[in-house]
């Protein structure tokens, strides 16, 4: 009886060990899953951005608070340093005192060389099937992998304002650099100033002005690897003897002070109709048209000679989202990037607000303006030429700026500009 008695006490404490533990168990669970689950909804993740569009930072940061509403544990942070700030130098300081953003900008080729070290791969992400061929070829590596996911696709040339060339009598769009220079030559006779050079910038005239005589060559890509070979040279190439033509006429035919008008002060005195022609790209149209709603306008060429191949805009992918692999927030950089071109929200943003030409084969254009619509035209005729400074040596672009800038105040003769240039490339390469 004793024995028996015993044995039923042990099994109850036995079963009230159990059931205390079980109990113990699921409490914990409920509550462990509870307050994790509440702790990961409720954490929230600052994701830092440093980005150089200056012309769509106000439309980037509406955007932000459009994402927070789907994601409102994803903050984002944005800096943007562009204009006539050193955006690549400020990035560089970044990441020399610790303070490394976890999503910025990339323009490629060189560019991505040197930055690949800091980059995540994302060919794996699901938008890269639908990125355009040209969107993939900036930052993607010998081996194939894809490190950016392009902003959009850009052209620039010569913004012309239609109604001041109507006014100057102008009937048809100069093509050839004889026709820009009898239209330049007519706005002036009309009180019209053609140029609005905005010289202060060394992106403007030593990358984007100077692009043109490198991308018309006949294989660009072959003669930018000879001048790294040695086997091609500057001096004495006959597109860079063209290119002339074209610089002088800018300058003799530009506003007061190039050399002191920066980006803003540029892009104001065309917008407000004090100038016929600026020297910039689509990019700028929400500012022109935040200035001036009823510009008419369009894109010509920067011509070097007068031969059909003129005819041709610069386009290309003005720069890439990259993203920091060695970020804490990685995925949700991930989940960021990823909403942008995915979301209906996002495709929107790209194109009725920032006005850009998606490079997505899932976005459709919409809601271009005179310039983006223009650069489609020019697109669709196959009349574009590359963007090749970000094969460049890191840095010659303002070198070739500053030879530029000495050219346009009579410092330098043509022939010491060319050999400036040469000089640039050999000390850099």
Request: charged fraction near 25%; proline fraction near 4%.
């Amino acid at each position: 009886m004793k024995k028996g008695l015993l044995l039923f006490m042990s099994m109850l404490l036995v079963l009230g060990i159990i059931a205390g533990c079980a109990n113990n168990n699921t409490e914990g669970n409920e509550g462990g899953e509870s307050d994790a689950n509440t702790e990961g909804s409720e954490e929230v993740v600052t994701l830092n951005m440093y980005q150089f569009k200056v012309e769509i930072a106000d439309q980037l940061k509406a955007m932000v608070e459009e994402f927070n509403k789907e994601y409102p544990n994803i903050k984002v942070n944005i800096e943007t340093v562009g204009g006539g700030a050193d955006y690549g130098a400020g990035l560089k300081a970044k990441f020399a005192s610790g303070e490394e953003p976890d999503i910025f900008n990339n323009g490629g080729f060189k560019e991505l060389e040197l930055w690949k070290e800091h980059l995540a791969d994302l060919s794996n992400e699901p938008w890269a099937e639908h990125v355009l061929p040209i969107g993939k070829v900036p930052t993607t590596d010998e081996d194939g992998k894809l490190y950016g996911m392009p902003v959009n696709l850009e052209g620039y040339g010569f913004i012309y304002n239609k109604d001041l060339f109507e006014k100057a009598g102008i009937t048809e769009a100069p093509k050839t650099v004889s026709e820009l220079k009898e239209a330049a030559q007519k706005l002036q006779d009309n009180e019209i100033t053609p140029f609005a050079a905005g010289y202060a910038e060394w992106w403007v005239i030593g990358q984007h002005l100077l692009n043109v005589p490198f991308a018309q060559q006949d294989d660009p890509e072959a003669f930018i690897a000879g001048l790294y070979d040695g086997s091609t040279s500057i001096v004495g190439n006959e597109k860079f003897k063209e290119f002339k033509e074209v610089l002088d006429t800018e300058i003799k035919y530009a506003n007061e002070n190039p050399l002191t008008t920066d980006y803003n002060t540029q892009v104001t005195l065309f917008a407000s109709g004090q100038t016929a022609m600026l020297q910039q790209g689509n990019w700028t149209e929400n500012m022109i048209y935040e200035i001036n709603p009823d510009m008419n306008m369009g894109f010509l060429p920067i011509p070097l000679n007068d031969t059909e191949a003129s005819d041709a805009l610069p386009v290309g992918v003005p720069n890439n989202w990259v993203l920091n692999k060695d970020s804490k927030h990685l995925e949700e950089a991930k989940t960021f990037l990823n909403w942008m071109v995915s979301s209906e929200t996002g495709k929107r943003y790209i194109t009725e607000e920032f006005a850009f030409i998606p490079a997505f084969d899932n976005i459709e254009a919409a809601g271009l303006g005179d310039l983006g619509q223009s650069i489609l035209e020019y697109s669709k005729a196959e009349k574009t030429i590359p963007w090749t400074w970000f094969r460049w040596p890191d840095g010659a672009n303002k070198e070739f700026a500053g030879s530029i800038q000495a050219y346009s105040t009579g410092k330098i003769d043509y022939d010491t500009m060319l050999e400036q240039f040469q000089a640039t490339w050999d000390n850099m390469k």
